[in-house]
């Protein structure tokens, strides 16, 4: 009998796996907060850090997660809402509101706590920590996600949300162009092609996201293929091929090439979208891992300011190179957010789902009659 192609509901697996590996690649290559004075690490020597041995590749590239996540939401965009968005089983308002539930509630409290924060800790040091542009100007495009949407990076408040504000674009322009446009995955390689050679926060966004919509598209295309078997097979090789011969010969800068992560990452993500045989716990706890990477990358920046406030008030040295300082930090953001998400996120996606949504078919009950 031949194996069935993972169904629209079911749980991406593999993809969730790679989206907390990303979200931890970032909150490691942010440990280097701790060094900074204004906005610049001082005194920080990545070789030199708690565990550099086992977590070299993210303190060295860990900013580069940043593009996996935009291309893993390419891939599930495109395989939850390609069709539904396409033939207007989804509208407009209902695609908002999935995407407001999911990531207003969540930004908008840690905004508020930063803005709380940055005040405090300029009192105390003379300057804001890290990000330095925590004024009214820049608050108001971030109340409304809207911060990085220009050519440059805003570098205020929480900091971390400038990835998710550029992400919020592209949504607007994914949904609008399979509304209007055409589902033909022809659309992504001509977005891909475009995004190319300008070197903008968005086109970089765009690419990936589209990269990972081919992705999709592929694993699709395969479900019922007699070929299925070997083109899965192809792709592993290759997925596995490349890492083994950039450590073979050393090629250390082309890991994190903007092009190679282009090409490579839609290639893992294929692979890593195909069934997996995992026991019950273990499809829970990958699926806690995959749905507290939200939480985690947006709760680390004040998490660290929380602290850097509590060593300036102290008037002591934040003990960054310190081994136990280091797993006090990245366990208690964890912890933090698996609990935000279970008590925090989850309820507030499914109170605003209820409200809004169940508002909107009132309102079409009452026209209709």
Not at 323 to 334: H, K, P, R, S
Request: with cysteine; charged share 10%; hydrophobic share 50%.
């Amino acid at each position: 009998m031949r194996q069935s192609a993972t169904s629209p509901t079911e749980k991406l697996l593999g993809l969730e796996a790679l989206r907390f590996v990303a979200a931890f690649a970032v909150l490691i290559w942010h440990y280097q907060h701790f060094s900074y004075i204004a906005d610049k690490p001082a005194d920080f020597v990545p070789s030199e850090m708690p565990f550099y041995g086992l977590f070299a590749p993210f303190f060295e590239a860990g900013e580069y997660g940043v593009w996996v996540f935009w291309c893993i939401s390419g891939f599930i965009f495109f395989w939850k809402y390609r069709e539904p968005i396409s033939d207007r089983s989804i509208g407009g308002w209902t695609f908002f509101v999935f995407r407001l539930s999911r990531l207003y509630p969540l930004h908008f409290v840690t905004l508020m706590t930063v803005a709380l924060l940055q005040p405090i800790y300029q009192h105390l040091n003379g300057y804001f920590f890290v990000y330095q542009n925590n004024d009214v100007q820049h608050l108001v495009p971030q109340l409304f996600m809207a911060s990085d949407w220009g050519l440059h990076r805003s570098n205020s408040f929480n900091g971390p949300i400038w990835s998710i504000s550029v992400e919020v674009l592209v949504y607007a322009i994914f949904f609008l162009s399979l509304r209007f446009v055409t589902r033909s995955p022809l659309l992504n390689i001509v977005v891909l092609l475009g995004c190319m050679n300008i070197d903008m926060q968005v086109c970089s966004c765009l690419a990936f996201f589209y990269a990972g919509g081919l992705a999709a598209i592929g694993r699709r295309a395969i479900a019922q293929s007699r070929f299925r078997i070997s083109i899965e097979v192809a792709a592993w090789d290759v997925a596995a091929t490349l890492p083994v011969a950039i450590w073979l010969f050393g090629l250390k800068a082309v890991i994190v090439s903007w092009i190679f992560l282009l090409g490579y990452t839609p290639v893992l993500l294929f692979c890593l979208s195909g069934p997996l045989a995992l026991s019950a716990p273990t499809q829970r706890f990958v699926q806690a891992a995959g749905n507290m990477t939200y939480s985690s990358y947006l709760l680390h920046f004040p998490l660290q300011l929380m602290i850097a406030v509590g060593y300036s008030i102290a008037r002591a040295p934040i003990p960054f190179h310190d081994d136990w300082f280091f797993v006090a930090f990245v366990g208690t953001t964890l912890v933090a957010s698996y609990l935000t998400y279970r008590y925090f996120e989850a309820p507030a996606q499914a109170a605003i789902r209820r409200t809004l949504l169940s508002r909107q078919h009132h309102l079409a009950r009452q026209a209709s009659g």
